[in-house]
């Protein structure tokens, strides 16, 4: 049983740029939640999608976008780029089932942007 | 809304001290309550988990137990050693809405000296 994998592993882009970050959920996860984790902080709920369909989005803008594809598997997608957005971005996966929603991570993304 | 309150570090410690990170939660309804890990330069681990009132969540010697009474999921481990050198996340994740989201507290460096 594969975990969860992330790609690339670390990124550097400059100002209004866009950028897009790919995860690969662990066998048998039908849900995809994906998060923000700035230096010295918590991860932060950017949004979550449960059959290709976005199921719930976090106090981020537009310009932060994603998709999954029928094999569960996910991008996250960044357009006009800011400083503040130089982060560790986590994905994690997971099966919608009755009340066992356990989320398991990948080893993140690091963005930089300068 | 939901929130968790984690007691702030670093942590530090000498090797085989007990060890209590303090976790407190607000949150409606029954959340579920995590635990995770992040070594450094990594993503998240979870490390224990309890989904209702009075459970004990168990992985490599680590503890925490559901205190709906007391709102808290304090973790504890009877003998820490240099490998568990990290830092904590405690999370919850509420139910009622359509997205299972994990809401985080700002984490707590533990660092323990041979």
């Known amino acids: 049983e594969t975990g969860v994998t992330q790609s690339p592993t670390h990124l550097i882009k400059t100002r209004g740029q866009q950028v897009t970050l790919r995860c690969s959920s662990q066998s048998g996860h039908n849900t995809v939640s994906w998060y923000q984790q700035a230096l010295g902080q918590g991860p932060q709920f950017i949004f979550q999608y449960y059959r290709e369909e976005e199921n719930g989005r976090g106090n981020f803008p537009p310009r932060f976008s994603g998709l999954q594809f029928p094999n569960y598997s996910s991008e996250l997608n960044v357009n006009a780029l800011e400083l503040d957005d130089s982060a560790l971005y986590l994905c994690?996966?997971?099966?919608?089932?009755?009340?066992?929603?356990?989320?398991?991570f990948g080893p993140g993304t690091r963005l930089t942007v300068l | 809304g939901n929130s968790v309150t984690q007691m702030e570090g670093p942590v530090t410690l000498s090797e085989e001290a007990f060890l209590t990170i303090n976790c407190t939660y607000t949150a409606t309804g029954y959340p579920s309550l995590f635990w995770y890990v992040q070594y450094p330069g990594e993503g998240l681990q979870l490390l224990l988990k309890a989904t209702k009132a009075d459970d004990k969540g168990s992985n490599k010697g680590f503890e925490a137990t559901y205190r709906k009474e007391t709102t808290s999921f304090h973790l504890e481990k009877g003998s820490v050693q240099v490998s568990d050198s990290a830092v904590y996340f405690c999370?919850?994740?509420?139910?009622?809405?359509?997205?299972?989201?994990?809401?985080f507290g700002t984490g707590t460096l533990l660092a323990v000296q041979p």
């Open positions: 994690a996966s997971s099966l919608t089932s009755g009340r066992s929603h356990t989320q398991y």
């Open positions: 999370a919850l994740m509420g139910y009622g809405g359509a997205t299972n989201k994990l809401i």
